[in-house]
């Protein structure tokens, strides 16, 4: 039977996402989102949690359109760098740069360059001040966090001061009209999801 294996792997998938604990299942909404409000978007991942999230839960529409530093070595930065050039390649496809607050802040001044050189990428910036997933692991060791609760700035001031039109989003519905409207424009925007709060609106994501 030629059609064997599609039920098989739906039967593997539904298992493998009934495991996912209730922060993921709130990431893997965010993905949702994006996906639903920009079908063609190109995602460009940092090292961030839903990053991490996604490399277990995103299925991206179609090749080319989903790709991150969160494994091998996880550089810091990298992602919006990467999604500037993926921006001047894709035609008009719009590119989402998913980064957390830590990993802006290495590559930052490059908000500047996308103004400059007019390349209307989309930061999408989870904010959870600091390096959060480090100090899990630490904590969770009994290792004392040392260096994981970093200053953080005001993104959207300091995105506003750049030249980039900036906005925050804490819900599903928010956040999908953000992505309309950024993806609309002819300059770069940053778009700040605070993550407590996303995980208060949206606390288990999918079932």
């Excluded at 063609?40 to 999230?53: C, L, Q």
Aim: glycine share 10%.
């Amino acid at each position: 039977d030629a059609g064997w294996g599609a039920p098989r792997v739906g039967t593997a998938r539904a298992a493998l996402n009934a495991g996912y604990d209730v922060p993921i299942r709130s990431q893997a909404a965010l993905f949702d989102t994006v996906l639903n409000a920009l079908p063609d978007a190109i995602i460009v991942g940092d090292s961030t949690r839903p990053v991490y999230a996604g490399n277990f839960v995103f299925e991206a529409a179609a090749p080319r359109s989903w790709f991150n530093s969160s494994t091998g070595y996880g550089t810091l930065g990298y992602g919006l760098p990467a999604a500037i050039g993926a921006r001047l390649a894709s035609g008009n496809r719009p590119v989402i740069c998913l980064i957390g607050d830590g990993g802006l802040q290495f590559t930052l001044p490059e908000l500047a360059s996308a103004v400059e050189a007019a390349v209307p990428v989309i930061v999408l910036l989870w904010n959870n001040r600091g390096y959060a997933e480090i100090k899990k692991y630490m904590v969770e060791r009994d290792i004392e966090p040392i260096g994981v609760d970093i200053y953080t700035p005001d993104f959207l001031a300091l995105a506003l001061g750049f030249g980039c039109c900036a906005a925050s989003a804490h819900t599903p519905a928010v956040l999908a009209n953000e992505l309309k409207q950024a993806a609309a424009r002819r300059v770069p925007t940053l778009i700040e999801i605070d993550e407590q709060k996303w995980f208060d609106h949206v606390p288990g994501g999918p079932a």
